[in-house]
């Protein structure tokens, strides 16, 4: 857990949880790093959700946070240190399922379709039938992130359902930089990475070797949600102006993206002080496979098979089980 975490969480429980329990006009919001978060940036650098609030009559007050990792996020949320938090969507369903009927945590929108790539650089593995206890899979969080579910699903459809944790003992807890970092320059014992853009996009250019066994598109069916943004039914009850204002953000911010990619891309560098080469962003940004959109698309298929998994205790019957309201105006799955 982050030091920045530990402060929230502690500076939460002295003030009775006083952060999250706020009136109208606040909002404390908290992201992973990288391209995925593209959205945020862009609401971020535009002030958009200010500029909602006050089309509503309200000035709100913005606190950014940048956190890594889904548990860390989770934890936040529930000690009411923040008020929305972000991760992948096994990570927000494994939530929705543990807070059902008590602190009912639900996701706000999604932050985009983007695909990971499982990818090595073991000339004998083309596929993760190929894969044996001689390989080491790079993921976040072994076993519970977003990849290693993935992985799981993938895995139940190859193997069977009963076996769908076979390769859980050959993955390794590592942040998706040092991941990266040991699949070009060698010398350690990951040769195998679950991986996220920018990363996967730069460990396939460094290292001609590193050659893609797998998307997280081809295990869901095609396009689909990465990374969503969550909070409670609290706070979005007791705030309806401000999650007002932050939904129409989002959408701003999308649209925002889809017009000008390029002018998109400088904004994730700017917000993020990022060293990646302004041409290597915009090429990301600018892949047809990366759609920087706040609709859901088949984060049904997580929440029905990992249910089917034993993962999750609750039946999800579609989408808009774990979602607020306000995201049924758009397309979703």
Known sequence: ??????????????????????AEGRISIAQQFGIGYLLLDVVQDQKLIEKHGKAL??????????????????????????????AGVPPMLTLWDRTKGRQNVKAIAALGSLPNYLITKNPKVHSIKDLSDKDR?????????????????????VFGKDDFKRFDNISVSLPHPDATAALISGGSEIDTHFSSAPFYYQAI???KAVHKILSSYDTLGGPATFNVLYTTQKFHDENPKTYKAFYAALL???????????????????????????????RIVEDPENDFTASPFRTFVYADELFKLGVLKNKANSWKDYFFEEAYAQPGS
């Open 57 to 86: 009559g309200l000035d709100i007050k913005v606190d950014w946070n940048q956190i890594s990792g889904a548990t860390a996020m989770n934890e936040a949320l529930l000690a009411n240190s923040l008020d929305v938090v972000s």
């Open 137 to 157: 899979i790079a993921v976040p969080a072994a076993g519970t992130g977003f990849q290693s579910r993935t992985l799981q699903i993938e895995t139940a459809k």
């Open 205 to 207: 250019d460094a290292n």
């Open 1 to 22: 857990m982050t030091s920045r975490i530990v402060s929230l969480i502690a500076a939460a429980a002295l003030a009775g949880g006083a952060l999250s329990a706020h």
């Open 252 to 282: 701003e911010a999308a649209d925002f993206i889809k017009k000008d990619k390029p002018r998109a891309a400088d904004i994730f560098i700017k917000v993020q002080k990022s060293k990646l080469a302004p041409d290597f962003v915009r």
